[in-house]
Each structure stands twice: as structure tokens, then as C-alpha cells.
């Protein structure tokens, strides 16, 4: 849910090359604790969540304009090492094939990767006293939560808030205004100076926030309702997923969990 789309070339660089740098720090620090013991139970698990992460960050749910990470399960089974290094891979991945540019790699492993690293050491603190149903759940939730801010911060801080917003279920008119907007600004900054120009592109920048959100549809549902449902709905499935998969191997493979 927390996977940034965006091309080539609209990040500054400072950001996206902070992104790879933060990755290598991650993968460096946590690689290293890898035994050799792990790699030889854990990478034939790797890959399997890994093609399991490709899937559902590359298919859209339909009825929700989202599409799962499952980040949270995969650091559920393999750890945050592992974990790290198949989020790493997914993201490159991804980014061969459109979802996103290459640019965005790092930034993306980041915030997913801290999906991987709350999600596991949460549920690891949960199973000291609920089940690993429950436990997989809240996890997800908080972890989930914690990315989104992440990226919405990301995104906020680089392009702008409206492009954090789920697109698919924005409005033709919304498009528009986008569109007219962008042709306002080129006739205004011609007419103004630079510092007025700051000024008012900052209080355009929210008054085009307020109108995306407006113009956000899902179902019956418009503006900030519609934006939480979403957000709701596609937080709540993903952690009600992750929660029956571990469910699932509680009872068939606890072992997988136990490690």
C-alpha cells in the first residue's frame, strides 16, 4: 500500500540518492547477522515470499484503488535481514517493469522495509501473550500505518500532497483542474516575481490538496469519507490476509513461526 510509483526524474536528487544510501546502511547492518544456518533454511523461503510480494504489489485488488505489500508477512517468515534483501529485490523488480523508476528504489526499500521491521519485531512482541492470528494482525495494522506516513511524508515534502492520493479513484474533473492549474501557473509566473510567486504557489498547493480530495470517488462515497474508507478498508484487508496466512501455518509449519 505504501509502494511509490512515481517515474524518473520528478524526485530531487538529494532524496533519492538518500534513499540508496539508507538501503545499503540497512542491508549492511542487518546482512551481517545473517548465519549461515539461516541461509540455508531461510532463502528457499525468501524466494517463494518474494514471488508471493511480486504478486501483490503488481496486481490491483479491483474493488480498492490499493494493492497489498504483504511487507509484514514476508518479515514474518524469513526475518529482517532476509526480509530487507527481498524487498530490495522486489522493488527492482518492480521498477524493470514500470511500477515506479529506478530512481525510487532505495526510497521504496526504506519505507517497505520498515513495514518488514515493525511488522516483525511487533509480532514478535505480541506472540509473548496473544495468538499468532492476532498478533500478525495488529502488526500489520500498525505497521501499515507507520509506511503510509512515511510515504505521504515523502511524496508531500518532494511533489506534493495530491500525489499521494489513490489516482484510480479520482475524478475526470479533478484531472482537469489539475490541467488548468498547470496553465494558470504558467501564465502567473510570467506576470509575477519570484518571491510573490513562492507565496502563492504555496497556498495553490493547498487549495489543489483540498480539491483533489474533494473530487476523490469510491462507490457512493466522495471526498475525505471516501479517502478513509479507502484507506480503511485497504488496511483492514491486508492485515485480515496476512493474519489468516499465519493462521494458516500456525498450524501447519509452526516452525516457520517459532524461528
Excluded at 535481514?81 to 525510487?104: C, D, E, K, P, R
Excluded at 496553465?183 to 502563492?200: F, G, K, L, M, V
Excluded at 483540498?210 to 480503511?232: C, D, K, M, P, R
Aim: zero cysteines; hydrophobic letters at 50%; glycine letters at 8%.
Amino acid at each position: 500500500m505504501s509502494h511509490i510509483h512515481i517515474p524518473d526524474g520528478i524526485i530531487p536528487s538529494l532524496w533519492w540518492i538518500s534513499g540508496y544510501i539508507l538501503t545499503a546502511v540497512m542491508i549492511f547492518l542487518l546482512v551481517n547477522k545473517i548465519g549461515k544456518q539461516d541461509m540455508g533454511t531461510k532463502i528457499p523461503l525468501a524466494g517463494m515470499s518474494a514471488a508471493i510480494m511480486l504478486v501483490g504489489m503488481s496486481v490491483p485488488l479491483g474493488f480498492l484503488p490499493l494493492h497489498f505489500s504483504l511487507a509484514v508477512l514476508v518479515g514474518i517468515l524469513v526475518g529482517p535481514s532476509i526480509g530487507i534483501l527481498v524487498v530490495f529485490t522486489v522493488n527492482v523488480i518492480l521498477a524493470l517493469f514500470g511500477h515506479g523508476g529506478i530512481t525510487i528504489v532505495g526510497i521504496n526499500t526504506v519505507v517497505i522495509g520498515t513495514e518488514v521491521l515493525v511488522g516483525y519485531f511487533l509480532f514478535k512482541t505480541f506472540m509473548k501473550n496473544f495468538s499468532p492470528t492476532k498478533s500478525a494482525a495488529v502488526a500489520t495494522v500498525v505497521a501499515l500505518l507507520i509506511s503510509m506516513t512515511m510515504m505521504v511524508g515523502i511524496v508531500g515534502a518532494t511533489i506534493g500532497l495530491p500525489e499521494a492520493l489513490p489516482h484510480d479513484s479520482i475524478s475526470e474533473d479533478a484531472e482537469d483542474y489539475h490541467d488548468e492549474d498547470e496553465e494558470h501557473d504558467e501564465e502567473h509566473d510570467e506576470e509575477h516575481d519570484e518571491e510573490h510567486d513562492e507565496e502563492e504557489d504555496h497556498d495553490h498547493g493547498d487549495e489543489t490538496f483540498v480539491e483533489t480530495v474533494q473530487n476523490l470517488n469510491y462507490f457512493a462515497l466522495s471526498g475525505w469519507t471516501a479517502l478513509i474508507t479507502i484507506l480503511v478498508v485497504g488496511v483492514a484487508f491486508e492485515a485480515a490476509v496476512t493474519a489468516l496466512i499465519i493462521r494458516f501455518l500456525s498450524k501447519i509449519r509452526p516452525d516457520l513461526l517459532e524461528n
